[in-house]
């Protein structure tokens, strides 16, 4: 099992290479409050020791894919044998508890990072994790199907909060949005991997059960692999563990910068000075402004449409005479992940910001020429060439900002004392706004037409785009450290 670790460790590490152009940094100041963190912009040599680390992190992502791709291509399946084929809303029910329970799962995530560590939790979040896989793969019934996807949602829910925090609190500031999109782009690759594992149902309608206790696999290897990895330096500060965070800064960045990263967290001085924030703390006057906006991104994030227009793919392609429900939906997926890896390489060199805006327009743009396509007779004989186009070119969009941005940005401008919480407070809105497309969608379609939906959707994206400008900061080549004290001074 430790061999095979070391192996996925390797493999994760050439990945994350490719995705990220090492450069060099100079120390730099910000306003002349804080001396940019040049302990978390180590050399090249010492930055591939992060890089497995953010790994085994990963595998809560590839998780987090997986779960919400795997009944998509097992559902009428798993109908059959259990019962359900001739009821819509049991069906619906085993869709959504997933995402019900992991708005749970992300609003006490940060709790249980908080109390019991970063690492810890990501431990403890595999029982559910396991155990959900488990009933899923060996249900007899439709109840147990529920119970495991219960379970599932809460794990996932939690992996949603806590892999974009320990990513970002263990990475280094120069390339912290470069390995940080990278969790997108494993829950993109985990959605895949769902799609192929679906590949064998045809010849085998049971294989709905293998496709599910899949899963098993990377919790297993995400608990075995925390044990190895070293807690967040800054958790471990703000804990008063003193001795504990500089073994982890050395293992993280090289025995000789522990007292430049020390001096760095000494200086930045939250969590030392300050007990440890409560729920209500994120409503008060201090924090809410940073809050709300880290909700919003959520908010908009999934209020623009991008599960609904995964969901209508299929039918868009069928209309330009794409069949093959596979083939939707590899091209679809082929697409996130290119975008993904796009952004990857351009998260710290244009800025997380110009991203998110960049990426909004496109996506109204996209919305937009699918509501024409579906309306104006001139376009008419080219309808289903345009619907491709305007999916396509929405997904590629979506995943250049709006997809891995948000994950990435929230435990940047959130303060240490309040970060962990934040960040599930702002996952919570997006299982529950995810939850809200899934259930009316297909009623409001019916209701008003789809040509009349993309258009609203497009009008959410032109919004979003007005939002991030006016709301939303920039904090490419910043250690968290200076944008804790640049966006929340102590008061």
């Known amino acids: ?117 970063r690492t810890r939790t990501f431990q403890l979040d595999a029982i559910p994790l396991i155990i959900g896989a488990v009933l899923t793969a060996i249900a007899q019934n439709v109840q147990t199907m529920i119970i495991g996807r219960l379970l599932a949602g809460i794990g996932i829910g939690i992996t949603s909060a806590i892999v974009p925090l320990y990513i970002s609190e263990i990475s280094p500031t120069d390339i912290r949005g470069a390995l940080g999109s990278v969790n997108q782009l494993f829950i993109c690759i985990g959605i895949l991997a769902a799609l192929v594992a679906g590949l064998p149902l045809s010849r085998s309608p049971v294989w709905w059960r293998g496709m599910f206790g899949l899963a098993v696999i990377p919790s297993i290897l995400l608990a075995l692999g925390m044990t190895y990895s070293p807690e967040s330096p800054r958790w471990l500060f703000q804990q008063g563990k003193i001795s504990e965070a500089e073994k982890s800064i050395g293992t993280l960045y090289g025995k000789e910068r522990v007292p430049e990263v020390m001096y760095e967290l000494r200086t930045a001085g939250q969590g030392s000075t300050e007990p440890e924030a409560g729920w209500i703390d994120l409503f008060s006057k201090r924090y809410w402004k940073v809050v709300s906006v880290g909700a919003a991104l959520f908010f908009f994030q999934q209020f623009a449409g991008i599960n609904a227009v995964v969901y209508y793919s299929t039918a868009v392609f069928r209309s330009a005479g ?25 998260m710290d060199r244009q800025g997380r910001k110009s991203l998110l805006i960049t990426s909004f327009s496109g996506m109204g743009a996209s919305m937009l020429l699918l509501s024409l396509s579906f309306t104006w007779k001139v376009l008419a004989p080219y309808s289903g060439i345009l619907a491709v186009v305007g999916t396509v070119l929405y997904v590629l969009s979506f995943s250049l900002g709006a997809g891995p941005v948000p994950a990435l940005l929230l435990p940047e401008i959130f ?60 904090t490419k080549g910043r250690s968290l450290e200076e944008i804790e004290l640049a966006l929340n001074p102590t008061t």
């Not at 679809?332 to 992940?337: D, E, K, P, R």
């Open 415 to 474: 303060a240490s004392r309040i970060r962990a919480k934040a960040v599930a407070l702002s996952l919570c809105m997006h299982w529950i706004s995810n939850f809200v497309i899934g259930l009316y969608f297909l009623s409001v379609v019916d209701k008003f037409g789809i040509s009349v939906v993309y258009l609203v959707f497009a009008a959410v994206c032109l919004l979003a785009v007005l939002f991030m400008a006016g709301n939303v900061v920039e």
């Open 322 to 346: 794409i069949a093959s429900d596979v083939a939707a939906s590899a091209l679809v997926g082929a697409s996130n992940v290119f975008g993904t890896v796009i952004a990857s390489s351009l």
């Open 1 to 117: 099992m430790g061999a095979e670790l070391a192996r996925a460790r390797d493999n994760v590490e050439t990945v994350a290479r490719s995705l990220i152009k090492f450069r060099s940094v100079k120390g730099q100041a910000s306003g002349g409050d804080v001396e940019d963190l040049a302990p978390i912009n180590p050399h090249e040599t010492s930055t591939g020791t992060v890089l497995p680390f953010v790994g085994v992190a990963c595998l809560g992502a590839i998780l987090f894919g997986y779960h919400l791709g795997v009944v998509n291509g097992a559902l009428d399946y798993l109908s059959k044998d259990l019962g359900i084929a001739q009821n819509a809303v049991m069906q619906g029910w085993v869709v959504s508890t997933l995402l019900a329970a992991a708005a749970v799962g992300s609003f006490t995530g940060g709790a249980l990072a908080d109390k019991f560590g």
